[in-house]
C-alpha cells in the first residue's frame, strides 16, 4: 500500500491567491513526522515545513501552512498569496519513528502559477 | 545552498559501464542518505549511512553499494549500468539520525543519462 498519496498531479492558481495541495499518509506508526519539499525545474529539493505527530498545533512557515488532520491522515500544505516562484512540483514525505530514518515520498503535484 | 555538495552535476555513460557518485554532507552532519528520482519510480530511498556506518537499506540494486568515509564524504557506485538506472540521484544529510524533527537537506543531485 502507499505510505504517501499525493492525488493531484497538477494543480494551477492564479497569483497572489492560495492554493492546498493535498496529501494523505498511511501508518500504523504512532511516533511520525511529515515534511514537504519543493521542487523546483532546476531540480534541487528545498524543505518547507515540518510537522510532528505529537505536534498540538498546524505547522506554519511564513506564507506555508500545514493543514494536519490527524484523524484523517492528512496532511495538506497550503500556500497563502501564491507567487510566481511558486511554481514548482510539491512533495509530500513522511519519516516514521519505529523504522529507518529515511524518507518516504509521495508521487508529487506540479504546481503551476498563473500571472 | 543546502551546504550539501555532489559531483558531477551530470553523467553520461553507456550501458555495462560503472560510475560513481560523490557526496560531501553539510558541516557537522553525520548521518548520509542516498536517493533516485526516476520518472516511473518517483522518488526512493537507496541507503543510509551515519558516521561510517550502514544504517538503513532501501530499493537497492545489488548493482549499487555505497560507503561513506571517515571525512564523511559518501560515494555512490553503480555498475552494470542499464538503460532504467538514468536518473537524478540526490544525497541528502542531516545531524544526526534518531529524532523525527531532523530536517534532511538535499544536495542538487547528479544527473545521471545510460545510453
Known amino acids: 500500500a502507499q505510505k504517501i498519496t499525493q492525488t493531484q498531479p497538477g494543480m494551477f492558481v492564479q497569483e497572489k491567491e492560495a492554493v492546498t495541495l493535498d496529501c494523505t499518509y498511511d501508518t500504523s506508526d504512532p511516533s511520525y513526522g511529515l515534511f514537504w519539499y519543493k521542487q523546483p525545474s532546476s531540480g534541487e529539493m528545498i524543505f518547507l515545513i515540518y510537522?510532528?505527530?505529537?505536534?498540538?498545533q498546524n505547522a506554519t512557515e511564513g506564507r506555508y501552512s500545514l493543514n494536519f488532520q490527524k484523524a484523517r491522515k492528512s496532511a495538506n500544505l497550503v500556500i497563502s498569496a501564491s507567487q510566481l516562484g511558486d511554481s514548482a512540483m510539491y512533495f509530500c514525505?513522511?519519516?516514521?519513528?519505529?523504522?529507518?530514518?529515511?524518507?518516504?515520498f509521495g508521487s508529487g503535484t506540479q504546481l503551476t502559477v498563473l500571472p | 545552498d543546502s551546504g550539501v555538495t555532489q559531483t558531477p552535476k551530470h553523467l553520461i555513460t553507456a550501458t555495462g559501464q560503472r560510475v560513481t557518485l560523490r557526496c560531501s554532507p553539510r558541516?557537522?552532519?553525520?548521518?548520509v542518505y542516498w536517493y533516485q528520482q526516476s520518472l516511473d519510480q518517483g522518488l526512493q530511498f537507496l541507503i543510509q549511512y551515519y558516521n561510517g556506518e550502514e544504517r538503513a537499506k532501501g530499493n537497492i540494486l545489488e548493482r549499487f553499494s555505497a560507503q561513506q568515509f571517515p571525512d564523511l564524504h559518501s560515494e555512490l557506485n553503480l555498475s552494470s549500468l542499464e538503460l532504467g538506472d538514468s536518473a537524478l540521484y540526490f544525497c541528502?544529510?542531516?545531524?544526526?539520525?534518531?529524532?523525527?524533527?531532523?530536517?534532511?537537506?538535499f544536495g542538487p543531485g547528479t544527473r545521471l543519462t545510460v545510453l
Open positions: 558541516s557537522g552532519d553525520l548521518s
Open positions: 510537522q510532528g505527530s505529537y505536534d498540538q
Open positions: 541528502a544529510s542531516s545531524v544526526a539520525t534518531v529524532g523525527l524533527a531532523h530536517e534532511q537537506f
Open positions: 514525505a513522511m519519516r516514521e519513528f519505529g523504522s529507518a530514518r529515511q524518507l518516504t
